[in-house]
């Protein structure tokens, strides 16, 4: 009809003024083909599940799309389109084949890719963001489990214990035990009820105050060290991250963290005195910084 070729013109005209070149390469880019897959077939393809390798992937897409969503942002406004339609011609990207788009007018091409753009780096986001929760959540529930089995193991090697601890006491209060019976015997007939080795282990661990249940829990988060930088680490520093808070010292700590991550350091490299004092919570002191012999922390256990 002569009310959609107006809108089309329309479109067109705008786009004619507000795309430069190099926004228009980048939006071409996507139609080249590399081998057997353009780049918009593999941006149009979606992750099977929360995996190393296709987290890999989705930042990838992200990244690629990043520089186009940064010109949609910039640019849709401009055209004075309602976000139902943007959705609608967003769709109309996933639709159409490469060789469709590739003999469309080059304009209406434009706009289709570019609200697709607009609409895929939204929805690898939120997908990255979904990982991100899945993982904190294995994270939680799997080091909460390692805390607690630790915990009943203690425990029982404790209960374990006692019966024969008990027996060892008792022979201190023994009236058949002379006073003058050599102290060698009584230890001789100590060790027939728990052997040397076993009594030493047993005293050196009922001398010190037994483990809580936070120690246990951050060991147990220690020993996923390795899954939360292969997992977690990738996913925090590709997204972006906003608050409520005026100025709060998480979004300042997880700013530091990418800056010392982009320069291929560890937290542990870096000075104290950088990560947001708001951070480190005294209870929790013990388990992120590192002490010297004086017991003045030194640096981030990281």
């Known amino acids: 009809s002569e009310t959609l070729s107006a809108e089309r013109r329309r479109l067109g005209g705008l786009l004619a003024q507000v795309l430069d070149d190099a926004a228009k390469n980048a939006l071409a880019q996507l139609l080249v083909r590399d081998d057997t897959l353009s780049q918009l077939a593999a941006l149009k393809q979606d992750a099977k599940n929360f995996g190393w390798r296709q987290m890999i992937r989705e930042r990838e897409k992200r990244a690629l799309l990043e520089p186009l969503h940064r010109i949609a942002k910039a640019l849709l406004p401009k055209l004075g389109v309602s976000q139902q339609n943007l959705l609608y011609f967003a769709s109309l990207a996933n639709f159409y084949t490469v060789h469709d788009l590739r003999n469309l007018k080059a304009d209406q091409t434009q706009l289709y890719l570019l609200c697709y753009a607009w609409l895929r780096y939204r929805q690898l986001s939120d997908n990255l963001v979904d990982a ?57 007939r100590a060790y027939k009820i728990m052997p040397k080795d076993t009594l030493q282990l047993t005293g050196q661990r009922m001398s010190v105050k037994p483990v809580s249940k936070l120690s246990l829990h951050w060991q147990a988060v220690d020993g996923l060290a390795e899954r939360n930088r292969r997992h977690l680490r990738p996913l925090y520093v590709a997204l972006d991250f906003s608050g409520t808070v005026p100025d709060s010292p998480w979004l300042k700590a997880l700013a530091w963290a990418k800056s010392v991550f982009a320069k291929q350091q560890r937290l542990s490299q870096r000075p104290l005195a950088e990560c947001p004092v708001a951070t ?23």
């Open 132 to 188: 991100m929760a899945y993982h904190m959540k294995q994270l939680e529930e799997e080091s909460s489990a390692g805390a607690q089995k630790s915990f009943v193991a203690e425990q029982v090697r404790r209960q374990q214990d006692t019966p024969q601890v008990g027996r060892l006491l008792l022979i201190y209060v023994d009236d058949t035990v002379a006073d003058a019976t050599p102290f060698g015997d009584v230890r001789q």
């Open 280 to 302: 480190l919570p005294k209870r929790l002191r013990p388990y992120l910084l590192t002490f010297d012999a004086d017991g003045k922390p030194t640096g981030l256990h990281a």
